[in-house]
C-alpha cells in the first residue's frame, strides 16, 4: 500500500477510513473486500473529485466500479494479479447493493451504492461543456459517433474482437488508443467493453505513459454506461436501481445469457462475504 505521506492530499485509498478535504460531503474511503472503498452519498460528489486535480498519491489513475459478478471474477486464481493491481486504484466504487449490505455487517458502512452508470452522465456532461480532452473506447460504432457528436474533438477507438490473454492481440489495440492518446492528449480515458478487457487496456495505456515519463490520464472503465446513457441499452426502473435489483433487471432482459453467471458462477460471493465477516472477528 502507499505511504502516508503519498495520501495527504486527499486519502483517498487509505487503509483505514478518513474523510477527504474537498468540501464535498466529506468522502471516505472503507476497506471492503481488499479494496478502499469511496463512502460518498452522491455521484456528483464522486464525479467533482475525478474532475477536479489529481493528487501525486501513488495510485492509480483509475476508476473502478466492482459489483458482485466482477468481485467474484476477480476472486478466481487467474485474475490473482489484475487484482493486485486494481486494488491500487484512487476511485473505486460500490457498483453492487451487496456490496454496501457486506460493509454494514462488516462494521465499515459505506453510505450509499455508487454505479457506475449513474457516474457517467454527469462527468461526460460537464466534459462536453467544458472541452475538456477525452478519448472514448467504444464497444460499437454506433455509440462512439454518437459520443462524437456530443463533444466532436473526442478521439474514438473502437476495438474488433480480441483475446485480452493474447499479448500480440491486446497490443495491437493498445497501440491504436495510444495513437488517440498521442493525438488528444486527453485528461480522461473511458473505456466501455467487457471485462476483463478493458481493465487490460487501460492498464496497458498506463503502463506505456509511465514508460515514457508521462502523467497518465484517468481511466475509467464503465461497461455499459455508455449505451444506457445513450439510450440505446435499458436501464433498470428507478425503484429497482434503489433497491439494488439492477442485476436482475439486466437478467430478465437477457436470461439465457446471464442465468449462469447470476445463479451459478456469483453464488461464490457468498463465500466472499463469509470470508469478510470471519476476517472482522479476528
Excluded at 483517498?12 to 481488499?34: M, Q, W, Y
Excluded at 449490505?101 to 462488516?106: C, D, H, I, Y
Amino acid at each position: 500500500m502507499p505511504s502516508e505521506a503519498a495520501l495527504d492530499l486527499t486519502q483517498i485509498g487509505a487503509s483505514d477510513d478518513r474523510s477527504t478535504d474537498h468540501g464535498l460531503h466529506e468522502p471516505r474511503t472503507r476497506r471492503v473486500f481488499g479494496f478502499d472503498f469511496v463512502s460518498a452519498r452522491h455521484i456528483e460528489d464522486v464525479a467533482e473529485l475525478v474532475l477536479g486535480p489529481q493528487p501525486d498519491d501513488g495510485l492509480l489513475p483509475f476508476v473502478l466500479t466492482p459489483n458482485v459478478d466482477y468481485l467474484v471474477r476477480l476472486s478466481q486464481p487467474e485474475h490473482a494479479e489484475l487484482r493486485e493491481r486494481l486494488r491500487r486504484s484512487r476511485y473505486v466504487l460500490p457498483d453492487g447493493q451487496p456490496i454496501v449490505w457486506t460493509s454494514l455487517l462488516r462494521g465499515r458502512p459505506l453510505a450509499a451504492r455508487l454505479p457506475g452508470s449513474s457516474l457517467f452522465p454527469p462527468l461526460w456532461r460537464r466534459i462536453v461543456a467544458e472541452g475538456r480532452p477525452t478519448v472514448v473506447v467504444a464497444s460499437n460504432e454506433e455509440t462512439a459517433a454518437r459520443l462524437k457528436a456530443e463533444l466532436p474533438g473526442v478521439g474514438v477507438v473502437v476495438p474488433p474482437f480480441f483475446d485480452a490473454d493474447d499479448p500480440e492481440q491486446l497490443a495491437k489495440v493498445v497501440a491504436e488508443c495510444e495513437e488517440q492518446l498521442e493525438i488528444v492528449r486527453p485528461e480522461f480515458v473511458f473505456v466501455g467493453i467487457s471485462f476483463p478487457k478493458q481493465q487490460a487496456i487501460a492498464l496497458a495505456l498506463i503502463d506505456a505513459c509511465e514508460a515514457r515519463g508521462e502523467r497518465p490520464p484517468i481511466m475509467l472503465t464503465l461497461g455499459a454506461s455508455f449505451e444506457m446513457y445513450l439510450g440505446l441499452c435499458a436501464r433498470a426502473p428507478r425503484i429497482m436501481q434503489r433497491l439494488g435489483l439492477e442485476w436482475f433487471f439486466r437478467f430478465l432482459l437477457e436470461p439465457r445469457r446471464l442465468f449462469k453467471r447470476y445463479f451459478v458462477a456469483d453464488l461464490r460471493f457468498a463465500w466472499l462475504v463469509l470470508r469478510e465477516l470471519v476476517a472482522a472477528r479476528d
